[in-house]
């Protein structure tokens, strides 16, 4: 990790949108072309958000988008693009640099050459940290935060057909080497991953 790059802070999310929860429900569906488009810092802040962006404060304690057993907060959210690697840092709003150049090529390569991997413009990557959870829950606590990932994902899936993007969510890889490629520490595990982009012409989601 370079300890010198400056978080950054993202712009701040919409809580509008002209879709209906029940119409990204209906759109939704796991599409595996993208187009070239990249997405902007306001697109892919808005999908952090949802997934994991701070919704509420109870007192000084940070609630997230996605409900989470005790409120522990096991998942680190990474995303994956041309540009590089970031850490979502859901207090500020904002994401951290971790890697430069473009890992999409070794991502797909690591989801055993699913290559839509590397076509797609943004990979988000779920990660657990489980003790944080199982200190409470004990070995509960790993269903609990696989559970979690799951209504991270959902959240962000949905919110991309909101933003005209299209997903996939990727349960099929390689954990070490994804987690090489990413630069997790020992105790980060990926769970899951979420290809995003726009849709190709011709293949937008019914
Ligand atoms: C836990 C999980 C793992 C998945 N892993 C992959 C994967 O590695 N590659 C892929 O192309 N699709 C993957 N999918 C997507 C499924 O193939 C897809 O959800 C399914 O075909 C139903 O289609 P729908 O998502 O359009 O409703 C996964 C879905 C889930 C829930």
């Known amino acids: 990790m370079d300890k010198k790059e400056k978080n950054m802070k993202l712009p701040a999310p919409s809580f509008k949108s002209g879709t209906s929860v029940e119409e990204a429900i209906l759109k939704r569906r796991s599409m595996r072309s993208f187009s070239n488009t990249r997405l ?34 096991p998942m680190e959210t990474f995303v994956v ?9 859901p207090q500020n709003h904002e994401i951290r640099n971790i890697a430069s150049g473009d890992k999409r090529m070794e991502l797909s390569k ?20 489980y003790s944080r959870i ?6 509960r606590g790993i269903r609990y935060a696989h559970i979690e990932a799951g209504h991270i994902a ?51 989601s019914q």
Request: proline share 7%; net charge positive.
């Open 154 to 204: 959902q959240n962000i899936h949905l919110q991309a057909i909101s933003l005209g993007l299209v997903s996939v969510p990727v349960g099929a890889f390689d954990d070490k080497a994804t987690a090489g490629i990413l630069n997790l520490p020992d105790d980060c595990v990926p769970l899951y991953l979420l290809p995003l982009g726009f849709p190709q012409k011709g293949k937008e």
């Open 40 to 73: 902007n810092w306001q697109q892919i802040g808005q999908l952090l958000w949802a997934g994991q962006g701070i919704t509420a404060k109870k007192g000084n304690f940070p609630f997230r988008a996605a409900p989470s057993a005790g409120a522990l907060y």
């Open 134 to 139: 199982t200190g409470k829950y004990g070995k």
């Open 110 to 129: 690591a989801a055993f050459g699913q290559s839509f991997i590397d076509q797609a413009p943004v990979t988000i990557a779920l990660c657990a940290v």
């Open 81 to 89: 693009m041309e540009k590089g690697i970031y850490q979502y840092l």
